[in-house]
């Protein structure tokens, strides 16, 4: 029997710094997902305990993961692999890209666009989501990848705009007008509510990066333990089994002590399986589906170093039950 070539794969890349709202996007756009189609996601998480993989697969999503770092780092060669296995494996007939809030995405967009991919794949107009009170923090107005993933995509989105006051938006409205090339579409939404359509755009023009060679001299790091430190940001990650139990109250309590910090988590509580979603203090808190394990995953930036023994015994604490750590 031919086994039926893979063709013209309407691929879609969805970027944005840490903390603004990439996985609630795609979820939103999953749940407007036609019944009788095959959508299939690829994730890559800054660290290696992949807390994003873990929700998917609890909403039922395919999905495979490129766990900690960068998978435009390489050559594009872990990227080029897990495509390839998505698409022989799962056989989607769309494809939604999720690079870390750390990655650089013109690399990513050299893989999809090489010879390796050209006939398989229909690369659809890019996505950025931005946070438009980060306009004014220079953690990310000066950083590279946040610079080169506006600049890159075709299609800029300021996501959480209901927690933005009119000066804000008016600043964002600004900024945006003031991009250039232009932008195929500026959209304005909140909790990443981003309607299907966007997926059909096809890019118009091609965009450049300002700093293309961003990670190519070394700053990056390969993960042996759940510990990974790049571009200034340091992150610490946790495995809990399934046997152990939050006290919802108390593990609360403790994603409080933080500040200026991204924390994500799937947590087994005594209140169900809940996802905990938390930047720079505001904190975001779903039910979801049982998993296979608890994760929790926080990122500091810059001088926070994280001290993991004393963190690990601050979560200890907040268990019905001793842990099992990975």
């Known amino acids: 029997m031919l086994r039926k070539k893979i063709q013209n794969i309407p691929t879609t890349l969805i970027t944005g710094f840490l903390g603004v709202g990439k996985t609630s996007a795609i979820l939103h756009l999953m749940s407007q997902k036609p019944t009788d189609e095959k959508w299939s996601v690829l994730v890559n998480e800054f660290g290696s305990i992949g807390i994003d993989g873990a929700i998917y697969k609890a909403k039922g999503i395919e999905v495979k993961e490129i766990p900690g770092g960068c998978m435009c780092c390489a050559a594009g060669v872990p990227l080029q692999v897990v495509v390839n296995r998505i698409l022989t494996e799962t056989k989607p007939q769309r494809l939604l890209i999720e690079p870390s809030g750390l990655g650089h995405p013109k690399r990513v967009l050299d893989t999809l666009q090489s010879q390796y991919f050209k006939e398989a794949l229909s690369l659809q107009a890019s996505i950025c989501l931005l946070d438009p009170r980060n306009l004014f923090d220079e953690r990310y107005t000066s950083h590279e990848n946040f610079i080169d993933q506006i600049a890159i995509a075709d299609i800029l989105v300021a996501n959480k705009s209901d927690l933005c006051d009119s000066d804000t938006l008016k600043h964002f409205d600004a900024y945006a007008a003031a991009l250039r090339p232009n932008k195929q579409q500026i959209i304005k939404t909140q909790f990443g ?18 700093f293309p060679h961003f990670h190519e001299t070394g700053n990056t790091k390969t993960p042996t333990s759940e510990t990974i430190e790049r571009d200034g940001y340091h992150s610490e990650g946790w495995i809990f089994s399934q046997d152990d139990i939050f006290d919802f109250n108390k593990i609360t309590s403790f994603f409080e002590l933080f500040e200026k910090t991204r924390i994500k988590a799937i947590l087994q509580t005594n209140q169900g399986w809940k996802v905990f979603n938390i930047q720079d203090k505001q904190k975001q808190t779903d039910t979801i589906a049982a998993a296979a394990d608890s994760r929790l995953e926080i990122i500091s930036y810059n001088q926070q170093k994280l001290n993991k023994e004393k963190l690990s015994l601050q979560l200890a604490h907040c268990l019905l039950s001793s842990p099992s750590r990975s």
């Open 193 to 210: 509510r981003l309607d299907t359509a966007l997926l059909d755009y096809k890019p118009e023009i091609k965009r450049n990066a300002q």
